[in-house]
């Protein structure tokens, strides 16, 4: 990832409260076809590989 895309997913990650509370993922975009996920973890591990390249591991899981 860029910085740009890994703060965006360290803010959701921070707004989500780690494994707390749930947020919608989509990979279209559209709403109508998003899922109600959660993250497995309550860590993040961020790691960076080059200048401004960021490797992130994450795993999520719809909740049903």
Excluded: C, M, W
Excluded at 23 to 39: C, D, L, Q
Aim: proline share 2%; no cysteine.
């Amino acid at each position: 990832l860029d910085e740009t895309n890994k703060d965006y997913l360290v803010a959701l990650f921070n707004f989500a409260k780690g494994q707390k509370n749930s947020f919608h993922y989509t990979e279209t975009g559209n709403f109508a076809n998003s899922f109600e996920v959660r993250f497995v973890n309550n860590k993040l591990p961020v790691s960076e590989t080059a200048y401004n390249v960021y490797r992130v591991e994450i795993n999520i899981e719809e909740q049903l």
